[in-house]
């Protein structure tokens, strides 16, 4: 199969999601894929020029060695505002380019405008278009009298799409209240590298390079640091609980990254707690070894958060890790009770919630459950189903 996927967010620099697994392994079975993206982080990049140009870069493989995926990111306007406006022109251009020079036997979009107009190119060219969702995306744009538009981009991309693939049943019911026809519409769920998150990996090295004895608690979050991530109200927690063996690692960056700076150095926290910034993902399994629990403490009452499961939540689980998460409603939904995931109410409740499942000596009674629940969603799994999916959308095409 020749495959173009369209996303609104960078390719290179955010992830791993979804996407790049799905589609660096159909390019390892021998598909053809290319990747139209979005140069998203373009205002947190210091100096720059105030007009990107077309780059296409060749056999791009971010997690997985041998993936040769083309990736092609239209020029924009590096200028607030414009760059939505300027993307318009350049993404419909690329996108009709690439439909009469690649000729696409599928089309899949991860976004909203790059994707609304990926679907109007495809319905006109009688190519199958798979709109699959793995956020809320309009929540996420940070212009909010822009997500009336979005969301309107979005309920006319799910009514058209040929298949509307989700990542959990609340985002199943979520679309479908947006206009996703029920009988095009599927739960195509995250993955987990069950070899590449073996609960056997040593996270020794990593504790000591970063100044962790054997006897510290070492609760763990990997990720984008956004304000509602919650983390500020569990580092202002450990702040309160003295024990100099109860530690904070976090592995990731984003917006709260300089306000939990601060509060490390205001707090005298920094033998307590670890900022390690943005770490490659093969390093992630010996991260997650190092720590004793993970958590998930985002807000809520977040509406960006209601209706989705992150990917992390697998690779913690598949570490044989027990999890600590906010009561958010599709983490719940596809969790459950008694799977290794412990549910609080609100993020301040962590800390105190970790040191009561150190003392009961639960730890690997609910490391053992997370494993076995996740052990039936390997990558192989998804990849195939997937597969499957695109094959099928072609052929009713």
């Known amino acids: 199969m020749k495959i173009l996927l369209v996303q609104d967010t960078d390719w290179?620099?955010?992830g791993p999601h979804q996407q790049h697994h799905l589609i660096e392994r159909l390019s390892l079975r021998g598909h053809e894929v290319r990747v139209i993206d979005y140069e998203f982080l373009w205002r947190t990049q210091g100096k720059r020029e105030l007009r990107s140009k077309r780059q296409v870069l060749g056999n791009v493989a971010r997690f997985y060695d041998g993936a040769q995926v083309m990736l092609i990111r239209p020029g924009i306007l590096k200028i607030p505002w414009l760059d939505y406006v300027s993307s318009?022109?350049?993404?419909?251009?690329?996108?009709n380019h690439q439909i009469r020079d690649f000729r696409p036997d599928a089309t899949v979009g991860f976004g909203i405008l790059g994707t609304y107009l990926t679907m109007r190119a495809a319905k006109k060219n009688s190519i199958p278009f798979v709109y699959y969702w793995i956020d809320v995306l309009h929540r996420l744009i940070p212009f909010k009298l822009l997500h009336p538009i979005a969301k309107s981009l979005e309920r006319k991309t799910l009514r058209q799409a040929d298949k509307v693939l989700v990542i959990n049943e609340k985002l199943k019911d979520y679309v479908q209240g947006l206009g996703a026809p029920?009988?095009?519409?599927?739960?195509l769920g995250a993955g987990i590298d069950i070899q590449r998150f073996d609960p056997l990996a040593k996270g020794d090295a990593t504790r000591q390079y970063y100044g962790l004895t054997k006897e510290?608690?070492?609760?763990?979050?990997?990720?984008?640091?956004?304000?509602f991530s919650g983390l500020k109200e569990v580092a202002l927690q450990l702040a309160r609980i003295d024990n100099p063996h109860l530690?904070?690692?976090i592995v990731g960056e984003g917006n709260a990254y300089e306000s939990l700076q601060q509060i490390r150095e205001e707090h005298n926290l920094k033998d307590r707690i670890v900022l390690t910034g943005k770490k490659p993902?093969?390093?992630i399994?010996?991260?997650?070894?190092?720590s004793s629990i993970c958590l998930l403490p985002s807000y809520p009452d977040e509406r960006i958060m209601q209706d989705i499961v992150p990917i992390k939540m697998y690779e913690y689980m598949a570490m044989k890790k027990p999890v600590i998460a906010t009561r958010l409603p599709?983490?719940?939904?596809?969790?459950?009770?008694?799977?290794?995931?412990?549910?609080?109410?609100?993020?301040?409740?962590?800390?105190?919630k970790a040191m009561e499942l150190i003392r009961s000596g639960r730890i690997e009674e609910l490391g053992q459950k997370a494993r076995s629940f996740v052990e039936r969603y390997g990558w192989e799994n998804i990849t195939d189903e997937f597969e499957r999916v695109l094959q099928k959308v072609m052929k009713e095409k």
């Open 216 to 227: 510290d608690i070492v609760l763990f979050f990997m990720g984008w640091l956004y304000q």
């Open 285 to 290: 399994p010996e991260f997650i070894a190092a």
């Open 88 to 95: 318009l022109f350049s993404y419909r251009k690329e996108i």
């Open 12 to 14: 290179l620099l955010r």
């Open 247 to 249: 530690k904070l690692l």
């Open 281 to 283: 993902y093969q390093e």
């Open 182 to 187: 029920p009988e095009r519409t599927q739960v």
């Open 330 to 352: 599709g983490v719940m939904r596809d969790f459950g009770e008694d799977n290794g995931v412990v549910y609080i109410d609100k993020p301040e409740e962590a800390v105190t």
